[in-house]
């Protein structure tokens, strides 16, 4: 079974530039995540979805960011435009709403280095 | 913000070594939940404590909570150099309660 997929693995832009990251979840996986992780630090919530419902997006900055999860499986995180401070690796998660308080699982991240 | 808290940052030991980390977090939990980051990778789900539990197994691993004091430890028995990654303790503040980790600890196992 595919574990979460995301891409692309790593991406480099100029400030002010679009980017946008794609993460498949794993099949029945009902609940997503976004986090973000700076260099040393653990991971930080910016989104977190049931199906297509975002129920938690206090932590994302939404002057600049934006996500969606058309038909509750696929999800697009997408940041416009992007600031030096951006840089960092956006992880996706995925869990079973069966088990809601369960362990989450992650994909391999998205390096953002912004110039 | 960041609920856990783990100790030390940074842990440096001989392979074979037993390696134990600390974890404190500062409100009461539903489960706390102990993962893996190899570097440049995902996280990976080690293990997951609820907080009417005390201890959990899992191979080499060994989870201890105190609620009374609001803390865990993760033990790795006869290391290896394949655990050489940063560890995450994370919480879950109640039901239906957003995930929050700690800012890792860095083990390194020399061979």
């Known amino acids: 079974e595919a574990g979460v997929v995301q891409s692309p693995r790593y991406k480099i832009i100029e400030k002010k530039q679009p980017v946008a990251f794609w993460c498949n979840p794993i099949?029945?996986?009902?609940?997503l995540y976004w986090y973000r992780q700076n260099l040393g630090q653990g991971p930080e919530l910016l989104i977190r979805y049931e199906n297509e419902e975002a129920v938690d997006d206090s932590q994302l900055p939404k002057d600049r960011f934006s996500a969606e999860r058309l038909k509750g499986v696929d999800s697009t995180l997408k940041i416009q435009p992007a600031e030096l401070g951006d840089s960092a690796v956006y992880l996706c998660?995925?869990?079973?709403?069966?088990?809601?308080?369960?362990?989450?699982?992650f994909g391999e991240g998205s390096r953002l280095t912004v110039l | 913000s960041q609920q856990g808290e783990e100790d030390p940052q940074a842990l440096s030991i001989q392979e074979g070594e037993n390696a134990t980390m600390n974890c404190s977090y500062k409100t009461s939990i539903n489960n706390l939940q102990w993962y893996r980051q190899n570097s440049g990778r995902g996280l990976v789900h080690l293990i997951l404590i609820r907080s009417n539990e005390r201890e959990k197994h899992s191979g080499r691993l060994r989870v201890t909570l105190d609620t009374s004091k609001k803390s865990s430890s993760l033990l790795i028995t006869a290391s290896r150099a394949a655990d050489t990654a940063s560890y995450f303790c994370a919480t879950v503040p109640g039901a239906n309660s957003k995930l929050t980790f700690g800012k890792g600890i860095t083990l390194s196992v020399r061979p």
């Open positions: 998660a995925s869990s079973s709403s069966l088990v809601p308080t369960g362990e989450l699982f």
């Open positions: 099949s029945g996986h009902n609940t």
